[in-house]
């Protein structure tokens, strides 16, 4: 297990090496001057190259990207070019709303599509599967941002149930703030159900063929005993490997659906740093986000192992 987990972790921080590299490069390449774009287009020459030396925008690209990496790892992450104040500050408060926000998602979605899953595969090729199947497609089909506007205008304006957007902070309570949170979150797991629902059928279809499977229900164990106690378990590889990439794709794919609710999440953070050319909190939001999905990533490698040891072994 310890080699088997060292690979995994070394991969980690090599990919979060890389990704940093290619952010920083891509944040170089980019035209716009902050500092231009800080004072304005009728900013002086002085000014300008005052403010950029002020920032440490005329040190050689390669020392800004080491002290940006050394400030990370010690937990510096600068201060923001636009609005003069730690990034950490700007990134705290989006986290505190875009991670539950990708949890309430994700929770929804797993619990959607392991119910229409398994009652597919259960009764395959019966009336319910294909139903059920229909409407997964359906789901699919359905652009997020599209669905996010339907939601507000029905369980909002119409019905008045829950907020049309905004977050009030959670010093105002959790169940206010959860209630904020679940027309985003519906608008995000629908798609993401819908996809990983007609995953965990295929899956589970594809074990129920087995020859320990029909060993199984040959010694009278019911369908139902079957699918829960021999099935799900070897099912859940693939529906693992899919959950971890809606999870990461949740974390780093909030940016529209939070602008339609207008909640200042991580996704509203970015773009606003993108216009503002504030590169210094771009680059952090987008490691952060990186390094999300690679944990994200490295978690499920874990959980390979833990469902199903024969990986380790073959890793090792």
């Known amino acids: 297990m310890s080699v088997f987990f060292a690979k995994r972790f070394l991969t980690l921080l090599a990919t979060l090496v890389g990704a940093s590299i290619v952010i920083f490069i891509v944040m170089e390449i980019l035209p716009g001057d902050p500092a231009l774009v800080i004072l304005g287009v009728e900013a002086t020459d002085e ?31 600068g201060n923001s070019y636009a609005y003069k104040v730690p990034v950490w500050e700007l990134v705290e408060g989006a986290l505190w709303i875009t991670i539950p926000l990708a949890i309430m998602s994700m929770i929804m979605s797993v619990t959607l599509a392991l119910v229409i899953g ?8 019966k009336a319910g599967d294909i139903s059920l199947m229909g409407i997964s497609q359906l789901g699919i089909s359905v652009p997020n941002f599209w669905l996010a ?6 369980f909002a304006v119409e019905l008045r149930w829950f907020p049309a957007g905004g977050f009030p902070g959670w010093d105002e309570g959790f169940w206010v703030c959860i209630r904020a949170l679940i027309l985003p979150a519906v608008a995000l797991a629908t798609v993401q159900g819908a996809i ?36 799900l378990r070897n099912a859940m590889i693939p529906v693992l490997t899919v959950m971890g990439l809606q999870f990461a794709n949740l974390l780093a794919g ?10 200042p999440g991580l996704g509203s953070t970015v773009l606003k740093a993108i216009n503002n050319r504030d590169t210094i909190v771009v680059e952090n939001v987008v490691l952060l986000l990186a390094a999300m999905v690679v944990i994200t990533n490295f978690v499920v490698d874990i959980l390979y192992a833990v469902i199903d040891p024969r990986l380790k072994a073959h890793d090792i």
């Open 47 to 77: 000014a300008v190259l005052a403010l950029t030396k002020e920032l440490g925008l005329d040190q050689p690209a390669l020392d800004r990207y080491f002290d940006w990496i050394f400030g990370m790892l010690q937990g510096e992450l």
């Open 118 to 125: 398994l009652y597919a595969a259960a009764n395959h090729n």
């Open 149 to 154: 506007v339907l939601l507000i205008l029905y």
């Open 254 to 263: 909030t940016v529209i659906v939070e602008n339609v609710f207008h909640m």
């Open 196 to 231: 990983l629902a007609r995953i965990t059928r295929s899956s589970v279809l594809e074990v129920f063929r087995e020859d320990f499977v029909r060993t199984a229900r040959a010694k009278g164990l019911s369908q139902r005993s079957t699918l829960w106690l021999h099935v």
